[in-house]
């Protein structure tokens, strides 16, 4: 059974679809004429991980993605746009557990697989959960958060 859920944000809707496990599997924004901006379609493998996220501009035209991966001790995401009909890497991502459900890094990487910096977060008792701490060069040294175009921010244009 699919749950839907239907949010107005004054200058736009926002449709969600979730699966039978309440995880989204789609989320739809339309202008208040009803048409589509944004599709965005999950795509998880047969364990329930999440393994790609589509977004269509039109339920037709895809124009971004984000394809998941895991390696042995690390899992991250690669973000893709379509640029000039073809499908170009924006950014990619590395993220890992420091210590096990306490400290998780979360490294960006540009296009060219360059670094760009890398974000802690540290599990907080008080909230009972994983909260930003701060954002570091390559040596270590804390830097103001450098923020690379995601293959979700294409909708961003609409609103």
């Known amino acids: 059974m699919i749950k839907t859920e239907k949010f107005d944000l004054d200058t736009h809707f926002i449709t969600i679809y979730r699966n039978f496990n309440e995880k989204i599997i ?3 924004i339309t202008d208040l004429n009803g048409i589509v901006l944004q599709d965005e379609l999950c795509e ?3 364990s329930g991980n999440k393994i790609c996220d589509c977004v269509y501009d039109n339920s037709q035209t895809l124009v971004a993605y984000r394809e998941y991966y895991s390696e042995q001790d690390y899992f991250g995401y690669r973000d893709y746009k379509l640029i000039n009909g073809k499908f170009e890497l924006l950014l990619s991502t590395k993220q890992e557990w420091l210590i096990a459900d306490k400290k ?3 490294t960006w990487y540009d296009n060219q697989g360059q670094f760009i910096c890398y974000d802690l977060f ?4 008080d ?3 994983m909260i930003w701490q701060f954002c570091y060069d390559k040596d270590d040294n804390m830097v ?3 923020y690379l175009e995601q293959y979700c921010d294409y909708y961003l244009k609409f609103i």
């Open 26 to 28: 789609r989320s739809v």
């Open 44 to 46: 998880y493998d047969t």
């Open 104 to 106: 998780h890094k979360f």
């Open 122 to 125: 540290e599990y907080d008792d």
């Open 127 to 129: 909230i009972g959960d």
């Open 144 to 146: 103001k958060p450098k």
